[in-house]
T-cell receptor
C-alpha cells in the first residue's frame, strides 16, 4: 500500500545535539511534502513545506528538510536542538488532494 | 481571526450513543478535513470536503458522516459510537487542496 513512513518512533537527545528524522513515501509522480510539529497539549503546526524548486527547504525555529527524489525521502534536520523542541513530529504528503501522514516521531530533548 | 475552532474539547460517550463534533473556520477556506489521531498511527484522514455541498471519504470513513452546507462549518457525526472510535479528532482547513492545512485544537473523545 502507498504510505508515508517515519523510521524513528521515539528519539531522545541531549540539548545541542544534532537531529535528523527520517521520512520516506511511496507515492510516484508529483507530491507536496510537509513536516508538522505538535508540542505537548497543542495542535499541529506547520514547520516547513516543499512543493518544487530548491530541494533544501528552511522552516521555522531553525529546522530544515531535504527532498531527495531518487530516494523518495524528505528528512528533517536541525543542527542543535533545544529543550523546547520536545514534541511529536509528523511527515506528511499530499497526493491526489489528500494529506497522508506518517506515524509520527516523538522527540524528547534532555536539558 | 479565530482560525479553526472545534467543540467540544472533551467528550465521553457510551457505546451506541450519537454525537456531532463541531468544526468552524473563519478564513474562507474551501478545503476542510477531519482526522483522527491514535498513538503510533499518526493522523488518519476520515472525511474531507473541497467546498460547500461536496464531501468525500478519506482513509477511515466507516462509522462517521459529514456534511458541508456552508464554507465555514464542517461537522463530523458519529451515529452509533463504538469503543474503537476513542481517539483525538482534529479538524483542518486549507485554501486549496494541496497546500498547508491549518489545524484546530482537537476534541478528545472517549467511548466506554
Amino acid at each position: 500500500a502507498q504510505s508515508v513512513s517515519q523510521h524513528n518512533h521515539h528519539v531522545i537527545l541531549s540539548e545541542a545535539a544534532s537531529l535528523e528524522l527520517g521520512c520516506n513515501y511511496s507515492y510516484g509522480g508529483t507530491v507536496n511534502l510537509f513536516w508538522y510539529v505538535q508540542y505537548p497539549g497543542q495542535h499541529l503546526q506547520l514547520l516547513l513545506k516543499y512543493f518544487s524548486g530548491d530541494p533544501l527547504v528552511k522552516g521555522i525555529k531553525g529546522f530544515e528538510a531535504e527532498f531527495i527524489k531518487s530516494k523518495f525521502s524528505f528528512n528533517l534536520r536541525k543542527p542543535s536542538v533545544q529543550w523546547s523542541d520536545t514534541a511529536e513530529y509528523f511527515c506528511a504528503v499530499t497526493k491526489g488532494g489528500k494529506l497522508i501522514f506518517g506515524q509520527g516521531t516523538e522527540l524528547s530533548v534532555k536539558p | 481571526n479565530a482560525g479553526v475552532t472545534q467543540t467540544p474539547k472533551f467528550q465521553v460517550l457510551k457505546t451506541g450513543q450519537s454525537m456531532t463534533l463541531q468544526c468552524a473556520q473563519d478564513m474562507n477556506h474551501e478545503y476542510m478535513s477531519w482526522y483522527r489521531q491514535d498513538p503510533g498511527m499518526g493522523l488518519r484522514l476520515i472525511h474531507y470536503s473541497v467546498g460547500a455541498g461536496i464531501t468525500d471519504q478519506g482513509e477511515v470513513p466507516n462509522g462517521y458522516n459529514v456534511s458541508r452546507s456552508t464554507t465555514e462549518d464542517f461537522p463530523l457525526r458519529l451515529l452509533s459510537a463504538a469503543p474503537s472510535q476513542t481517539s483525538v479528532y482534529f479538524c483542518a482547513s486549507s485554501p486549496v487542496r494541496s497546500d498547508e492545512q491549518y489545524f484546530g485544537p482537537g476534541t478528545r473523545l472517549t467511548v466506554t
